[in-house]
């Protein structure tokens, strides 16, 4: 019996401490009337070696006590997917940042093969860094949720409803509308708003946040920036403050199902406002010189200032293309309604 | 353990999983305490882990399928459960599911 005491007492320690004296209790009595059992079918008592014997057999007491505690998961079934989607997107947008990054740096400091196998032997680094903070916030998504597992998981509290929602879903894409957005959805697009705010507050104190090891460049070159880059950068600060309210309204209003597609046509056409700013710098100036006596670097500045321009242009032309194209839709759309309403 | 007997015991397991659940319900029409109830089962061919077992009683009377109460038998204190209301409605339909399956599966045969 003092074996069995022992063992149940290493079992209580790793039980939930609010039902571990009844976890406990109906434990022992199961135990000790199975123990019982085995004595009567021997014919004699066990001696420690059988109890020792028998005690193994049952497991573990961390594993007995496992058993007892709730399934846990640091990413549930119904996020998973996802986290493994956004994941390999995130690995490979930071691939491809670090990458760029460190090609700058490299060509642009003149470093040797040493920096390039550095680099390289850094990227996993990087990478597993990245992917511990994004699995830490799908790990608190997760918490989150099961909290308010019924918002999180759309349909799952429907029941028996599901086929009626897949097919109203699928319709609707029949119908060119898209799919209701999730509370998930909802949240996560604030999180990553809130993200992107402070990292875009974050990099004018950190310039390395945006370049990268690429932000040492900035002390070493001759150039600068021009004033109207602060307009551009506070322009789109405020943007995405405006998103981020956009988004805080609707979790609040219960609202987030909307997809806001006129909200959207505004979203497009406000963000061509930063653009504008850079294209009407006054004299397409958009870098200087620290030193404006260094004539040396003016034939380059004038060279940065005219490709950096026409980049922007190109970008402005795409975006109003983009612009175009959901105003064409939207149009397209009114019109198809108009027609199915006749 | 060969990975085809690895993917055969998960397979088992899977399979047994829903089983458990079933067969603990129909035991438990008639009242037992944790250990009585494994013996029972067994005795009918159905063996159970105690450490699957116990923590699946505790679950299910979670869920509201099983009632239970302490009561003294033998000079010992032990817990007895039994099905509820609710639980003796749901074994009803898991039955009848089960015997869906079982239908299924003999024509499928």
């Given at each position: 019996m003092e074996m069995?005491?022992?063992y149940l007492q290493a079992v209580r320690r790793h039980l939930p401490w609010r039902r571990e004296?009844?976890?406990i209790a109906e434990l022992r009595a199961n135990l000790e009337a199975q123990l019982e059992d085995k004595e009567a079918e021997l014919g004699h008592k066990l001696t420690g070696a059988e109890v020792e014997a028998w005690l193994k057999q049952l497991g573990s007491p961390i594993q007995v006590a496992a058993r007892y505690q709730p399934q846990q998961y640091l990413i549930g079934p119904a996020l998973f997917p996802i986290y493994r989607f956004l994941l390999r997107?995130?690995?490979g947008w930071c691939a491809v940042i670090y990458t760029i990054a460190s090609t700058v740096e490299?060509?642009?400091?003149?470093?040797?093969?040493?920096?390039?196998v550095r680099a390289v032997v850094q990227l996993p680094w990087v990478l597993f860094i990245n992917a511990a903070v994004f699995t830490l916030i799908f790990a608190i998504l997760e918490r989150t949720g099961?909290?308010?597992?019924?918002?999180?998981?759309?349909?799952?509290?429907?029941?028996n409803e599901w086929p009626q929602a897949a097919v109203s879903s699928h319709l609707a894409q029949l119908d060119g509308r898209k799919k209701p957005k999730t509370y998930l959805q909802a949240v996560l697009e604030l999180v990553v708003g809130w993200i992107v705010l402070v990292w875009l507050l974050l990099v004018p104190h950190y310039p390395f946040l945006l370049m990268g090891p690429g932000a040492i460049y900035l002390k070493v070159t001759p150039f600068e920036l021009a004033p109207v880059w602060w307009t551009f950068y506070?322009?789109?600060?405020?943007l995405n403050m405006m998103e981020l309210a956009w988004c805080i309204i609707d979790l609040l209003q219960d609202r987030w199902q909307d997809r806001h597609p006129r909200r959207h046509m505004i979203k497009q056409a406000l963000d061509l406002l930063p653009l504008l700013i850079v294209l009407a710098a006054p004299g397409r100036v958009l870098f200087a010189?620290?030193?404006?006596?260094?004539?040396?670097?003016?034939?380059?500045?004038?060279?940065?200032?005219?490709w950096t321009y026409r980049g922007f242009a190109v970008i402005a032309a795409i975006t109003i293309l983009q612009l175009a194209w959901t105003l064409g839709r939207m149009g397209v759309e009114t019109y198809r309604r108009r027609l199915a309403a006749q | 353990m060969t990975l085809a007997e690895n993917l055969f015991e998960n397979l088992r397991l899977e399979l047994r999983r829903g089983c458990l659940t079933l067969a603990v319900l129909a035991q438990l029409r008639q009242e037992h305490y944790g250990y009585t109830l494994r013996k029972a089962l067994a005795a009918r061919g159905m063996e159970i882990d105690e450490n699957t077992l116990y923590p699946l009683l505790r679950r299910l009377e979670a869920q509201g399928l099983l009632t239970s109460e302490w009561r003294e038998e033998d000079k010992r204190n032990k817990r007895f459960y039994k099905l509820s209301a609710d639980g003796h409605?749901?074994?009803?339909?898991?039955?009848?599911?089960w015997n869906d399956i079982n239908t299924a599966i003999t024509n499928l045969l």
């Open positions: 069995l005491d022992r004296d009844d976890i997107m995130v690995m490299i060509v642009s400091r003149g470093l040797g093969p040493d920096a390039s099961i909290k308010v597992p019924e918002k999180f998981v759309q349909g799952a509290a429907i029941g506070w322009c789109v600060v405020v010189l620290k030193n404006p006596a260094d004539t040396a670097h003016a034939a380059t500045l004038a060279q940065i200032n005219m | 409605d749901i074994f009803a339909r898991l039955l009848k599911e």
